[in-house]
């Protein structure tokens, strides 16, 4: 099991609750397809992801990923893995509030 916590500060207006629910999903649905297109679902044993908005100015985004992956992965280097899927949550995020600006 792999742990990564970023906390990455955004400049960006205050969000109302909805972007922040869309800010998190945004997140998590880009670790989740990062993961998902680099090993296969059958090879992801536990694939857990949870990203935190917090605070208004500055917002505080905190994207945790937890995969085990089966034996038959081996050759797949799980924490490299996972610090890329924290990146695209990160970069998909930023992408979005850019939108809002």
Known sequence: MTRVKLVDELEIPELTTEQI???????ENAAR????AKVSSKMVERLDISVEAEGAKPLNLTVEVELALS????NVDADAL???AVK???NASEKYLRKLK
Do not use: D, G, N
């Open 33 to 36: 397809k990062h993961i998902l």
């Open 88 to 90: 695209e949550a990160v």
């Open 82 to 84: 996972v610090s890329e």
């Open 71 to 74: 034996p038959q992965a081996k």
């Open 21 to 27: 629910e869309t800010l998190c999903t945004t997140a």
